[in-house]
């Protein structure tokens, strides 16, 4: 019985197949890997930002005993020039305690008061909570969910990242949407498939 032989021209479709699957694979790694080194940078970029707010909380804070300002007054100086602060495109800074109940929200004021425990995300995510247990358990970290987004119909995912600051039983938050990123993702994954239907054509 002879062996079976594969045609030149199979041969030929067998390579260009492999090669298109092998350029797909490092496509989806690619896109991965870019996502990956985008949202640590997001988180650290976010991580310094925050340190601004605590910085004015630690401030105010220590006037209490410098100056001998009433803790109320203090606190309410500090939520002031946070609900101030602004950076990129528009994104700012919340505090929340650990009940946790909002005591600043520069955008959402409405909510300034309120008990957040019921507040989830359409993903049934209780987000404040979640920025609470990660300030009891690390101090400091990131929250994923997903928030309304003006000009947007649905809630766009959204990265934050919390600190506490342990003398008032603050929270203090700020975060940016993620579409941008993922646009970022996409384009890249678009250019590398592109560039292997070129090559294999």
């Given at each position: 019985?002879?062996?079976?032989?594969?045609?030149?021209?199979?041969?030929?479709?067998?390579?260009?197949?492999?090669?298109?699957?092998?350029?797909?694979?490092?496509?989806?790694?690619?896109?991965?890997?870019?996502a990956?080194?985008?949202?640590?940078?997001?988180?650290l970029?976010?991580?310094?930002?925050?340190?601004?707010?605590?910085?004015?909380?630690?401030?105010?804070?220590?006037?209490?005993?410098?100056?001998?300002?009433?803790?109320?007054?203090?606190?309410?100086?500090?939520?002031?020039?946070?609900?101030?602060?602004?950076?990129?495109?528009?994104?700012?800074?919340?505090?929340?305690?650990?009940?946790?109940?909002?005591?600043?929200?520069?955008?959402?004021?409405?909510?300034?008061?309120?008990?957040?425990?019921?507040?989830?995300?359409p993903?049934?995510?209780?987000?404040?909570?979640?920025?609470?247990?990660?300030?009891?358990?690390?101090?400091?970290?990131?929250?994923?969910?997903?928030?309304?987004?003006?000009?947007?119909?649905?809630?766009?995912?959204?990265?934050?990242?919390?600190?506490?600051f342990?003398?008032?039983?603050?929270?203090?938050?700020?975060?940016?949407?993620?579409?941008?990123?993922?646009?970022?993702?996409?384009?890249?994954?678009?250019?590398?498939?592109?560039t292997?239907?070129?090559?294999?054509?």
């Amino acid at each position: 019985m002879k062996g079976f032989r594969f045609s030149v021209g199979l041969r030929i479709y067998c390579i260009i197949g492999l090669s298109f699957c092998g350029l797909v694979g490092l496509a989806v790694m690619q896109a991965n890997n870019l996502a990956i080194s985008l949202k640590e940078q997001r988180e650290l970029e976010l991580g310094h930002l925050t340190q601004i707010a605590l910085g004015i909380a630690k401030e105010e804070y220590d006037a209490t005993g410098r100056d001998r300002a009433s803790d109320d007054l203090a606190r309410k100086r500090a939520a002031d020039r946070i609900s101030k602060l602004r950076y990129g495109n528009g994104d700012y800074f919340w505090i929340n305690d650990l009940g946790p109940r909002m005591i600043m929200h520069p955008i959402k004021p409405e909510l300034n008061g309120q008990d957040l425990t019921g507040n989830k995300d359409p993903n049934g995510k209780q987000l404040f909570v979640e920025f609470v247990n990660v300030v009891k358990k690390q101090g400091s970290g990131t929250v994923d969910y997903q928030w309304p987004k003006p000009g947007k119909d649905a809630p766009q995912p959204k990265l934050s990242y919390v600190t506490g600051f342990e003398p008032w039983g603050w929270v203090l938050g700020t975060g940016v949407y993620m579409d941008d990123l993922q646009t970022q993702v996409w384009e890249s994954t678009r250019k590398v498939a592109i560039t292997a239907l070129i090559v294999i054509g």
